[in-house]
């Protein structure tokens, strides 16, 4: 190509020179134009230390988060049923709202009990506790008097140690061996059919037993040799009948229960000492044969 033809180019209608920006072009040695490189204009800015920190604790939440794993979406938050003592069961299916910390539920919510102790399986330490027993806070039963029925099923909780006793804790009266038995403790005031204070226990105990049986009983009264045999039998019948009286109020059947005195016709021990007319003062209770 040669210069007329490059005039003639540029001159010509529809065609335009098109020549680098004066900034962007500068003078080679070697002839023609080279292009300059582009440089920032100013001094170069550097990042600042607040910028620095900042940018830091950004990257330390977002680290956080990403290891606690994204939170539930919201339509799950809306709709997450309240569970107020925290046994799984939400408070609008569960039917025992007041669950003990700690106790094994079922699916409406309501503790294990297999036997009903209200102390709930995996904390009962006594888990097959009869029904009707006093319950203590690990689930065991307790037993007072050690004689083998439980304290609340027991009707005798002070039954004397070594008797044997019957399935509601009381002891036996009676057998094919004896039929009838001395009230040790029941006393009188002396010269009266008033019962002392530490007479009423025993009687207590007594009434508990007969409430097991259908036996007809009679209640004897006996007196020692002091004093007329008039007024002896008469103070011995006297007895009898308030003890069978305190009997039939503390819910022994008056049908079942007779009394009779028989003053001093039948003494035990001698009548010469003050311990043999201890021992003749007495309340006998006797099992009468059915006709």
């Known amino acids: ?5 490059t005039a003639e180019e540029a001159s010509s209608p529809g065609l335009v020179s098109v020549e680098p920006p004066e900034q962007s072009r500068s003078p080679s040695p070697l ?5 300059a490189a582009s440089r920032p204009t100013g001094p170069r800015r550097r ?8 940018r830091a604790l950004a990257l330390a939440a977002l680290s956080a988060w990403l290891a606690a794993g994204p939170p539930p979406a919201w ?9 107020a003592d925290g046994d799984g069961v ?9 669950t003990a910390e700690g106790c094994q539920v079922d699916a409406h919510g309501c503790p294990i009990d297999a036997d009903e102790d209200r102390v709930c399986d995996n904390l009962d330490a006594c888990p097959g506790s009869q029904l009707g027993c006093r319950i203590d806070a690990s689930g065991c039963t307790s037993d007072e008097d050690g004689d083998g ?14 008797l044997p006793v019957s399935a509601l804790g009381c002891p036996v009266l009676f057998d094919r061996d004896r039929a009838s038995l001395v009230l040790e403790g029941v006393s009188f005031e002396p010269g009266s059919d008033r019962l002392t204070p530490e007479s009423l226990s025993v009687l207590d105990t007594v009434a508990a037993m007969l409430g097991e049986s259908s036996d007809l009983l009679q209640v004897e009264g006996h007196t020692d040799a002091t004093g007329d045999d008039d007024y002896n039998m008469s103070l011995s019948v006297q007895r009898a009948e308030a003890v069978r ?7 022994v059947q008056a049908s079942r ?16 000492s003050e311990n043999g007319r201890a021992r003749n003062r007495r309340v006998v209770l006797a099992r009468l044969e059915r006709e």
Not at 1 to 5: F, G
Not at 75 to 83: H, N, R
Not at 257 to 272: C, I
Request: glycine share 14%; net charge positive; with cysteine.
């Open 31 to 35: 002839g023609g134009w080279t292009r």
């Open 90 to 98: 939400s408070d609008a299916d569960d039917r025992c709202a007041r």
């Open 257 to 272: 229960l007779s009394a009779k005195g028989y003053g001093e016709t039948k003494p035990v021990a001698d009548n010469g």
């Open 149 to 162: 029925v439980c304290d609340g099923t027991d009707r005798c909780p002070s039954a004397p140690a070594g």
């Open 47 to 54: 990042q600042r230390p607040a910028a620095r920190g900042v």
């Open 245 to 251: 009286a305190y009997l039939v109020a503390r819910g």
């Open 1 to 5: 190509m040669n210069r007329r033809n």
């Open 75 to 83: 339509g799950d938050v809306a709709t997450q049923d309240p569970d």
